[in-house]
């Protein structure tokens, strides 16, 4: 018999109560002094923002009354839209235009993606917060309480000032704690010389520039620069702030770092205004599109998406090498020219720097002799000098001695010492010089080669290296090539590799 599970209960939503005729749809946020919701109007089916300002005394209910008055009668393109109120029994229901996001929204996520803001975004979003800023200015009144989660971005894409509970009218005296003054993060110093320990704040437009400043320069570096969790840290970090300091530390130079030397002038009176600012479109000329800055960041995207498509090419590399086991770069560093190293794995006994393999064979030859053979890519200089390091490795299983065989051994050059026991034979090398001129080929010659030959005991393991230097001569570097490729190959007599009896010398 099977036994039929109650299905579980849908968990129930939790619900905000929101007044007639607006819906309940989603919790947006929650501020200190009240919550936003989205909500919809029925029957029209429009989405709005609603904030629920509770109150349970009369300072509460007028400091909500100062708080709307101030919104609807402040309408500007760049202020959240102020649609209506609804007084309740216990709050006030603020029904707000519906914004998409806010930006500190827009911080937070470009900060986790590790990037900096776009120039041009940061100056789209600064030029209408600082219009919405002018315009409370022009009126007299100041905003109070600028920073990332106080500017919406709207459904339009315009950012606008939210969130007007810290407006007052010019020379107004708050005298209150620091939770209801504006956000100690973006308090201007003279906020916390002149208030003390007590934090009580006198709001002042000089104030609302100092935040802008501290804004602009978040969205500028993507990052916080008031820092510390307490009151007293807070008030440490903004007392010992020093613009020119971080402009130097972030690379912030010219236009940029005057701008924003004057925002965040210590001293209130050298703080240029919000209608000066606006006055000298200063802010249009050094952060607007096609600007001195934005050229350069331009330029700097330009290059790190070259190197980044030079890295991207290397590990298509890398994998192949991985798949086919044959040769493993060694190092990179995309942005100079790469000089890969490479692990030789057939003979494993060797291992063959700076060059790429291009082909290997094994087999007989003519004569019937086994033979290795490998064709070698490297990159010559334009002083014709290549050195390729050839290390032979675990030559203590290696019974007899080595003979770097050579395919044509007509070569007068090719006189190879014989000591230690290691019989280098004979090296060929076959030019091939890439590029796309042809001619380089038939005018390169080997006018010296130097073989040094090094015992070596690393990890418990006998190593020769073999340094082949090798100089060539009379080729042509066509002009504006600073390098180009030679082919070269190297071949070892495997029969002798193999049957010889010969030991290498021990260290
Ligand atoms: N009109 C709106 N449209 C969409 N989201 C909004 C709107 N107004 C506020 N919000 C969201 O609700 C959150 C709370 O807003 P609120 O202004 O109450 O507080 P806050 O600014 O985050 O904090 P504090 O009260 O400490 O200043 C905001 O961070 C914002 O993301």
């Not at 839209?81 to 929204?105: M, P, Q």
């Not at 600082?130 to 600028?146: E, Q, T």
Request: net charge neutral.
């Amino acid at each position: 018999m099977t036994t039929v599970k109650p299905k579980p209960k849908a968990k129930k939503r939790f619900e905000v109560k929101v007044p007639e005729p607006y819906k309940f749809i989603k919790t947006l946020g929650q501020g200190r002094f009240g919550s936003v919701h989205e909500v919809s109007k029925t029957p029209s089916d429009e989405y709005f923002a609603m904030k629920i300002l509770p109150f349970t005394s009369e300072s509460d209910f007028e400091k909500n009354e100062h708080e709307i008055l101030k919104l609807s009668k402040n309408q500007h393109r760049n202020v959240v839209g102020f649609v209506e109120v609804i007084e309740g029994d216990a709050a006030h229901y603020v029904v707000l235009e519906l914004c998409s996001h806010s930006l500190h929204d827009e911080l937070f996520e470009n900060q986790k993606l590790g990037g900096k803001m776009d120039v041009v975004r940061v100056y789209r979003v600064m030029r209408d917060v600082l219009d919405g800023i002018a315009f409370l200015h022009s009126r007299g009144a100041i905003y109070g309480d600028l920073k990332g989660s106080n500017v919406l971005i709207g459904k339009d894409g315009i950012a606008k000032l939210g969130d007007f509970g810290g407006v007052v009218g010019t020379g107004t005296m708050k005298t209150s704690n620091s939770a209801e003054c504006g956000t100690m993060q973006f308090w201007a110093p003279e906020f916390f010389k002149l208030a003390g320990k007590t934090a009580s704040q006198i709001g002042s437009f000089a104030g609302d520039m100092w935040a802008f400043g501290q804004l602009l320069l978040e969205m500028l570096t993507s990052r916080s620069w008031i820092v510390g969790g307490s009151s007293v840290e807070i008030e440490k970090s903004v007392l010992g702030f020093d613009i020119g300091e971080i402009c130097s530390k972030e690379g912030i130079v010219g236009e940029v770092q005057i701008l924003l030397s004057l925002l965040l002038s210590k001293s209130p009176s050298q703080r240029i205004s919000s209608a000066k600012l606006v006055r000298t479109n200063r802010l249009q000329s050094v952060l607007g599109p096609e600007t001195p800055l934005s050229r350069f960041l331009t330029q700097e995207l330009e290059s790190l998406e070259n190197t980044l498509s030079a890295a991207q090419e290397e590990i298509r590399r890398l994998k192949d090498a991985v798949v086919t086991q044959r040769v493993v770069p060694r190092s990179l560093h995309p942005t100079t020219s790469v000089m890969p190293s490479f692990v030789f794995t057939d003979p494993s006994h060797f291992r063959v720097n700076n060059t790429e393999i291009i082909r290997t064979d094994v087999g007989k030859d003519k004569d019937g002799d086994s033979r290795w053979s490998s064709v070698f890519r490297t990159d010559v200089f334009a002083n014709g000098v290549i050195s390729v390091e050839i290390t032979l490795l675990s030559l203590d299983d290696i019974d007899g001695d080595l003979r770097f065989g050579l395919m044509d051994s007509n070569n007068p050059l090719l006189e190879i010492d014989k000591t230690l026991g290691l019989s280098v034979e004979s090296l060929h090398f076959s030019f091939l010089i890439f590029s796309d001129s042809v001619s380089l080929c038939q005018c390169a010659q080997i006018c010296s080669l130097n073989i040094v030959q090094e015992q070596q005991k690393r990890q418990n393991q006998h190593i020769t290296l073999i340094q082949i230097d090798l100089k060539i001569s009379n080729f042509i570097v066509r002009q504006g090539t600073s390098a180009c490729q030679i082919n070269f190959k190297l071949g070892v007599d495997l029969d002798l590799y193999r049957q010889s009896d010969q030991r290498l010398p021990k260290l």
